[in-house]
């Protein structure tokens, strides 16, 4: 998460580092990578663009997914290679951590949902998974959607990665992109939004892995306060049961509260789902003490799912190292290295 302060800061950051970035960082065009525009979700308003990319070698029909939310600053490379401040980010580009992913994830399809709204470009604010305020801190509810939506995207998303030529060409502005083939071709057909009917078209082989990264985790947070009603719903119970494993990675966002989920009754329907948590953060985000509320959080995040008897892996990186933005984003590439 960037706040005010990591605004303010953006510009300052180790320049001569970043005046060669174009010539450390992935060249935008990375083979096997598939982008999606404007991807139908839930309800004709909701939509996001999406990037795929595929396994490599052996893996090409590989039913194992993993669908990953970028935080604040994230975008498409273009996006960010001219951009005067984000362009020294280039390395986590969402195209660059799409690559890194595939490799901690090996023989894994990997999803990459951008945020629908970037507020200064810099502020992901994912309007359609939760209610959010002008700068993208969620306000959490057990009914806004967020299952849906993700179902919705995802299946939408599955089709229209069967024929990259629906998606070429597709103005992310101009309206949601349906796949051309079954009920997707009407986005007004009420059947192409039902969860049951899209269910019914998803690989029996699934599983899905959700990775949330700093501001991306309020849409996790988002989905476990709607865990209960989603595995009681048989409209999404049966999507919710594919997904084995999810990654809270240094969370963070600009409100002043609810930066881990710490009520225990949400964090109980958690447990009880056998979704097995991992938790990876750096000094950035729990040891800042003018937000001392997000380590406290995280420490009962974590304490209440053990004690639950959650399958959890939590993890601090960089602990000897002082808090910086670099170490925060460093830790998308410590996921590799779980201690259970």
Request: glycine share 8%; aromatic share 10%; proline share 5%.
């Amino acid at each position: 998460m960037f706040g005010p302060r990591a605004v303010v800061a953006l510009s300052a950051v180790a320049f001569v580092r970043n005046m060669n970035a174009s010539a450390t960082t992935a060249a935008p065009g990375v083979p096997g990578l598939l982008r999606l525009h404007a991807v139908q979700g839930y309800e004709v308003r909701r939509c996001n663009e999406m990037l795929l990319l595929r396994p490599g070698g052996d893996s090409p029909t590989s039913g194992r997914h993993v669908l990953y939310f970028p935080g604040d600053i994230q975008n498409f490379h273009e996006v960010m290679a001219s951009h005067h401040e984000n362009h020294q980010w280039l390395p986590w580009s969402l195209e660059n951590v799409a690559v890194k992913l595939s490799k901690h994830f090996p023989g894994s399809h990997v999803w990459v949902i951008r945020a629908s709204r970037m507020y200064l470009h810099k502020f992901s604010c994912y309007d359609n998974f939760v209610e959010s305020s002008l700068f993208g801190a969620p306000e959490h509810s057990s009914g806004y959607g967020a299952f849906l939506h993700l179902q919705a995207l995802f299946v939408h998303a599955f089709e229209l990665a069967k024929n990259p030529l629906d998606s070429v060409g597709i103005n992310g502005s101009a309206g949601c992109a349906v796949a051309s083939n079954s009920c997707y071709e009407s986005q007004k057909s009420s059947s192409c939004n039902q969860p049951s009917v899209m269910s019914s078209s998803l690989p029996a082989n699934l599983t899905l892995t959700l990775v949330g990264f700093s501001k991306g985790c309020v849409v996790l947070n988002q989905l476990i306060y709607e865990l209960a009603g989603a595995r009681a719903n048989s409209m999404t119970s049966s999507f919710v049961k594919h997904i084995t494993d999810m990654y809270w990675l240094d969370g963070g966002h600009p409100g002043g509260s609810d930066t881990w989920v710490t009520k225990t009754e949400v964090l109980k329907e958690l447990a009880s789902s056998g979704i097995a948590v991992h938790c990876h953060v750096t000094p950035y985000e729990v040891r800042d003490p003018m937000r001392a509320w997000v380590g406290k959080e995280h420490s009962k995040f974590a304490q209440t799912l053990k004690e639950l008897g959650a399958p959890i892996v939590n993890m601090l990186h960089f602990e000897n190292e002082k808090p910086s933005l670099e170490n925060h984003f460093r830790v998308l590439e410590m996921i590799s290295n779980e201690e259970v």
